[in-house]
């Protein structure tokens, strides 16, 4: 798959509710998506619904930013889980 041609919706882990935080967060395409922290992403979609996010959607923006900015990504990496072990290894 050429780079022109890469969506958001074919990315691993990302199914359509991380679509609709996307569409919320103002995010439309790979290019937009590469360029954004996951942690910051989290936050401001925390703020948007005005309640606390499961901690699991910060794996997934990790996992989706992950493979916009590197479409060669090792499989693992691609998932959220592998997002959520690091994280949990961090604490």
Sequence with gaps: MEAGERLL??????GPAALRDFELLG????????????????ERLCS?????IDICC????????A???DPNLPSE??????????RKARQ
């Design 67 to 69: 493979q916009a900015r």
């Design 58 to 65: 910060l794996d997934v923006f990790n996992a989706a930013i």
């Design 27 to 42: 995010i439309r395409n790979i290019e937009q998506l590469a360029d954004q922290s996951a942690i910051q992403m989290y």
């Design 9 to 14: 919706k074919n990315l691993a882990s990302v």
């Design 77 to 86: 990496q691609r998932q959220w889980w592998y997002w959520s072990r690091k």
């Design 48 to 52: 948007i619904r005005e309640q606390r």
